[in-house]
């Protein structure tokens, strides 16, 4: 079940209903309890992980003598919510890796799943209790499985989020190019493989790391660094990138990255260009350098991004008028050819915006309706165009 889908199904799943998804690390599990609860169910998630309770009273608080009664009860635990008068909070209980816990640990995450309370303790009404476990069938994960009494007090749902909505969440959040760019051409490369046999014929030899969302996001921060600070640079930097890679998401995978890096180690490429949500902060900057560093390449550059519009056209309009996402690539396309240096900007124009407008390509006139500021670009290209005839 993908994340879109997942998300419309808790929606209208009964509170008192128990979901239990199952996945491979890394996919964005933890992610998708967080925004429904606060975006969908308005609550405070609380998150457990089995595997790093040590002693069950982490989870339902410790017992002490009541002074009056003589008898022993139970402290309520630091996430037991409760309002002015005393009384129960709705939460949302996130138990992550539930198939890593001690028996103890796992039993009392069954009662509370399965009863909404344990010992003296009643969630109050509206909560909700969320499952994770790692498969245990893929050889991968060294976890306990549950039998047929335990997994009949879950709603169980595969999670398995397109490697697409994984991009265009990367996108959004600003996460390299570079690596969007790859995942967009290598997907099966984004998740876990399904088992470790699989892993082995990936390369020569499995060094035990599987590649996952979360690994792939990491490795992107470190590029960003790694590319401002140099290090790939000259004649030792793709091994150097080669072996950090390897580091986060496996040697086999390292290697392919390497020499999609060579072939597009600007960053740049023309969806991530034309869809950038700030496209000044993340790509301004490298275009200036790439047409200081070669001209062949930007004006290269610029005959992509109007293939990408033209491929696109349908996307971006509604009618004849540009939709909200046609604005947006209006915007980013002036930002784009006024970044480049007048000279190539006015190859580009030549080689490709007066190419598509006598092609008839609509994508020229929704772009120019969209935006003003280009429109008047596409007017000035036009006679400085004429002075070089």
């Not at 008192?16 to 975006?39: D, N, P, Q």
């Not at 069954?110 to 499952?131: E, T, W, Y």
């Not at 004649?235 to 390292?254: F, M, R, T, W």
């Not at 007017?379 to 165009?385: E, F, Q, R, T, W």
């Amino acid at each position: 079940m993908n994340i879109e889908t997942l998300k419309k199904v808790m929606a209208a799943t009964p509170n008192t209903h128990t979901l239990m998804l199952k996945g491979s690390h890394g996919l964005g599990k933890t992610e998708v309890v967080r925004e429904v609860a606060k975006e969908i169910w308005h609550q405070e998630c609380i998150e457990f992980q089995a595997s790093q309770i040590s002693d069950v009273g982490d989870l339902i608080g410790l017992p002490r003598i009541n002074p009056e009664t003589k008898h022993t009860e139970f402290v309520p635990p630091y996430w037991y919510k409760t309002d002015i008068k005393g009384d129960p909070l709705p939460v949302t209980l996130f138990f992550d890796e539930m198939n890593r816990g001690t028996t103890l640990v796992t039993n009392a995450m069954m009662q509370l799943a399965l009863d909404h309370r344990i010992l003296n303790f009643k969630l109050a009404p509206g909560s909700h209790i969320v499952c994770a476990i790692n498969p245990g069938d893929d050889g991968n994960y060294d976890v306990e499985e549950f039998d047929a009494a335990k997994l009949d007090r879950f709603v169980i749902y595969p999670f398995t989020p397109t490697a697409q909505e994984w991009i265009d969440w990367a996108i959004e959040h600003h996460v390299n190019s570079l690596v969007t760019g790859y995942i967009s051409q290598y997907s099966s490369d984004l998740d876990p493989y399904s088992n470790s046999s699989n892993a082995k014929t990936a390369g020569n030899s499995f060094d035990g790391i599987l590649p996952s969302r979360r690994s792939w996001t990491h490795f992107a921060q470190f590029l960003d660094s790694g590319i401002e600070a140099g290090l790939f640079e000259g004649s030792n930097g793709l091994g150097l990138l080669q072996e950090v890679c390897a580091g986060y998401v496996g040697h086999a995978i390292a290697a392919k990255f390497k020499t999609y890096f060579a072939q597009h180690g600007t960053g740049l490429d023309a969806k991530a260009i034309m869809t950038a949500k700030d496209f000044k902060k993340d790509y301004e900057k490298k275009i200036k350098a790439l047409c200081k560093k070669s001209k062949i390449e930007a004006v290269q550059l610029g005959t992509s991004v109007c293939t990408f519009l033209h491929e696109n056209e349908d996307n971006i309009a509604t009618g004849t008028k540009a939709n909200k996402q046609g604005e947006l690539m209006a915007q980013n396309f002036y930002d784009f050819l006024m970044a480049l240096s007048p000279e190539i900007r006015v190859e580009v124009y030549t080689n490709g915006i007066e190419t598509a407008r006598k092609k008839e390509h609509k994508w020229v006139r929704i772009m120019g309706g969209a935006c003003p500021a280009l429109k008047k670009l596409y007017i000035d290209l036009v006679d400085v165009s004429a002075d070089l005839l």
